[in-house]
Structures are given as C-alpha cells and as structure tokens.
C-alpha cells in the first residue's frame, strides 16, 4: 500500500527528531555515528527520501492582468518569476467577477453554478432580506461550498494544508492551519487555529487589537505574510494559500493606474519576494509557487442606480421593498422577482423599464446564465432572475432616491464585477517551480483550469472540473 507522501515525511521527520534527541544523549561521537548507520541500514527508504514538495498559492487581491506588462508597474519579483516559470497573457475569472466566487472557482475548478458561492452577497428569497458574505461570513465553509476544494482533496490524499484569508474557508475541517477571510476583532481570532495564534503571539506578530486603541484593526499584508511564512517555516504544509487585500483595497479608493495604485502593486510584489525567499530558503528544489488574482479592475466615472427606473415604473417602493430587488456586485447587479405568479411579466416590466439605459452594457436573462458559469434560479435560489452588466466607468448603486438614475463623481475611484470577457477585468497567472515548464507562455487562459493545475502537479485529480491541467505550463516528468 502507497503511503501518503504527508505521511511519510512526518514520519521522516519523528526519526531524524529522534536520532537527535539520542545523538545529544550521548558522550561518544563513535557510539553516536553507530546509531546513525544503524538506522540507515532499518530504514534505507526513509533516510533516502527527501522531503516532500511544496505547492504555494498567493492571490493578490484585483491584480489586472495588464499589470504585467505596465513599465509603471514595479514587478520585479512577480517578473522574475514569470521570466522563469509561465505566464498568462490573461486569466478570465467568474461571473461576477468578485472577490468571494472569483477565489472559490480558484480551488474547486467549477464555475459559482456549481461550487455555490454566487456572489460576495445574495439575497435570500425565503427571508427577502440578503446576506453578506465578504469579510464577515455567515456561513462556515461547508455550508456554502458546495463541492470538494483543492485543499480538501490534497487532505484526503495525506498532504497538509493551510490558508491565510482565504475567502468561504471559515471552519473548514480539512485545513491544518488557518486565518479565514473575516472581519477583524474576535470573530477572526476565534475561527483562527489556536496553535497559530500561539506561534503569533511567540513571535510579536499582532492580529488583534493594537494597544491602547479601541477597536481592532484589519491585519495587514504584511502581518499576513508574516504569518503565513511562519507556517511555512515551522509546519511545512504541502499545500499553502495566502491572500494579500491591500491592492484591491486601494485601487477602490484611489481607481487603477493611479499612483497609489502602483505603490500597492509594488508592496504586494515585496510580499511575495517574502514569500519567494522563504520557499527558496526552507524549501531548495522542492517549492512551486503560482501568483494569481481573482479578478481586474476598471475606473469609476459614474453610478449607475437602477432602483431609481424601478421605482419610477412601480416596481418598488425602496431599494430593499419590492416585487423586484436588485443586488449590487458594483459593475454588475442581480435582479430578483419575488413574485412567482407574475414572474414573466414583471421580467419583461424590468427589461422595458432599464432599456435605453445610459451606462448599462447588457441584461442577461436565465436562459443565457449557464454561458456565463450562473446557476438558473429554478436550481439554485440564491440565484438571481437577471444580471445586470455595466459598461465600464461605470458601476452600481443600489438607492432607490432621487430623480436622476446616476451620480457623477462616486466616492470609489475604481471597480469590478463587469463582464469578465472584459480585457481590463482579466486576472494574473503566473507560475514557478518544480514541475513548471520555464519560458511558458500560455496567451489567454480561464481560472477554472487553476485547481486542476495544482491537482496534477500534486498527483490527484478534481473530479467534476470545468476547466483542463494547463499541461503547456508543466513539465512532464513532473520536475
């Protein structure tokens, strides 16, 4: 019988911490060098085997896929790595092209029709009220995904793992190590592994609230990183995820291309040279790491309000009292009709209603959802009845006031959730390592083939994937 590799090495492991523990023991370094010999000639297979791999997955959170080849961007890691490894020319993510579903289909290689997690927010049609999963997450992993992870099958297969804010991986029975993608404060603490927040707490990296303030502050990319190297360092999990926020937070704020936007794409290059150096350090020869994003990003110019047309033609009251609702994914939105008696009509009330719509690209209908990875509402009823696109410049708010069905000048400088066929919404994909073919260039690629990559190079499979092993970027021994 095979034994898992995971296994084996933390067998390895307890051997040479044993041959240690007598080697100190003893007085006579002959006796001791005897003890070894010994050992060598018991278990010729273990002392033998060098450890196991590595496979690390960093997300930086909306690093465009056009920043690989923006001279303004400072990249010199995330470069270097793609100079030696493979590349995309592009990565097109999930509809919509958000955080939480984006970083889902990351790890299962199913669109959200099928993993679940159709939205960083929904409604809930049994309760008319709608539920917020980014940062603060109602629901534990298990819950809400509704298909086998990358992590949870490299667990079954005997490898360890671990993910630092992770998105939809709160209490998930099948990581060894922790921090799930929460809001701050004790909600974080109290779903983040306790051995963890011992090391943390042993080596002064702070996750909590910071003395003498009053309220908790988020951690920081670089605390994160932190962390995250300390369990690669002290835990040597086979399988590890990272996913760094700053970039994204700041091109919200201050849109793309901006200058703060470049000082955020530097600092997240710096955190994976951290990350890249502690790989090359602990883990010579063995490590394979892919630099990723979950989605692009597009400037704000203009908000969009479609509740403001809805109430107009009497099909709601306010944004949240209705027979239609509407979801913001901020450059899409999600039409729900909640009267089931008079659906058709009401649908074809919304049409008329948003037609001619100054800033709207398209509306989607059920019957084009599955072209676009959506559950059908008959099957899933998270799921909306349309979805909404906007051009970009352009993204949505959900007021129903007022008489004018836009703003000008948004406080967010910067968005996405469009179309992901957009160019400006694709994602970064890079790779490096064992088992990664160097110089591959893999033009435009889709995001569902990422877990089934990582599946390959690790030696099992995802069953049910939509997307194939991008076998042009690996080499074909495995090495």
């Not at 997300?59 to 995330?78: C, F, H, N, Q, R």
């Not at 289909?105 to 939205?119: D, E, M, Q, S, Y």
């Not at 008319?128 to 667990?155: N, S």
């Not at 992901?420 to 889709?446: E, H, M, S, Y």
Request: aromatic residues 6%; contains cysteine; charged residues 20%.
């Amino acid at each position: 019988m095979r034994v898992p590799k995971a296994k084996f090495d933390t067998t390895v492991s307890l051997v040479v911490a044993n041959v240690r523990r007598v080697f100190l023991g003893l007085t006579c370094s002959w006796v001791a060098a005897l003890c070894v010999v010994l050992l060598l000639g018991i278990l010729p297979g273990i002392a033998a085997q060098a450890p196991g791999r590595v496979v690390v997955m960093i997300s930086v959170d909306g690093l465009a896929g056009y920043y690989l080849d923006d001279p303004k961007a400072e990249m010199p890691t995330i470069r270097a790595l793609a100079a030696a490894g493979a590349r995309a020319s592009g990565m097109k993510v999930t509809t919509p092209s958000v955080t939480w579903p984006s970083h889902t289909t990351l790890v299962t290689g199913v669109n959200p029709a099928r993993h679940g997690v159709i939205g960083n927010n929904y409604l809930d049609r049994g309760t008319g009220k709608r539920v917020r999963l980014l940062f603060d997450p109602v629901y534990d992993k298990d819950e809400i995904v509704k298909v086998p992870t990358l992590y949870d099958l490299a667990k079954a297969n005997g490898y360890t793992t671990a993910a630092i804010r992770w998105p939809a991986s709160r209490n998930a029975k099948t990581l060894d190590w922790t921090m799930p993608d929460m809001a701050s404060g004790k909600p974080l603490l109290q779903y983040t592994t306790p051995a963890l927040l011992q090391a943390c707490e042993r080596e002064r990296i702070l996750l909590g609230k910071p003395p003498k303030t009053k309220d908790a502050v988020e951690p920081s990319d670089a605390t994160t990183t932190r962390m995250f190297n300390l369990v690669l360092h002290d835990q040597r999990p086979n399988l590890a995820l990272l996913h760094l926020l700053e970039t994204d937070h700041t091109q919200h704020a201050q849109g793309p291309r901006s200058p703060g936007a470049y000082a955020a794409v530097k600092d997240a290059d710096d955190r994976v040279r951290e990350v890249w150096d502690e790989l090359k350090r602990d883990f010579p020869g063995r490590a394979t790491l892919f630099v990723v994003s979950d989605h692009g990003f597009a400037p704000v110019n203009r908000m969009l309000l479609p509740n403001v047309l809805l109430r107009k033609a009497g099909l709601l009251t306010t944004a949240t009292n209705g027979p239609v609702q509407i979801v913001v994914q901020s450059g899409a939105a999600m039409v729900y009709v909640l009267d089931d008696t008079n659906r058709p009509g009401l649908i074809a009330q919304i049409r008329k209603a948003l037609s001619g719509f100054e800033g709207l690209s398209k509306i989607v209908g059920a019957d084009e959802f599955k072209e676009y990875g959506l559950a059908d509402p008959k099957d899933d009823p998270h799921a909306p009845d349309l979805i909404l696109f906007a051009e970009e410049g352009c993204t949505f708010g959900d007021t129903a006031d007022g008489d004018l069905p836009f703003a000008e000048k948004p406080e967010r400088r910067g968005t996405h959730g469009h179309d992901p066929n957009l160019p400006d919404l694709q994602a970064t994909f890079v790779a490096w390592g064992v088992g990664i073919k160097p110089g591959a260039n893999l033009g435009r690629i889709t995001s569902l083939s990422v877990a089934p990559t990582i599946a390959k190079l690790m030696g099992f499979s995802i069953p049910g994937a939509e997307g194939a092993p991008l076998t042009s970027a690996l080499m074909e021994n495995g090495n």
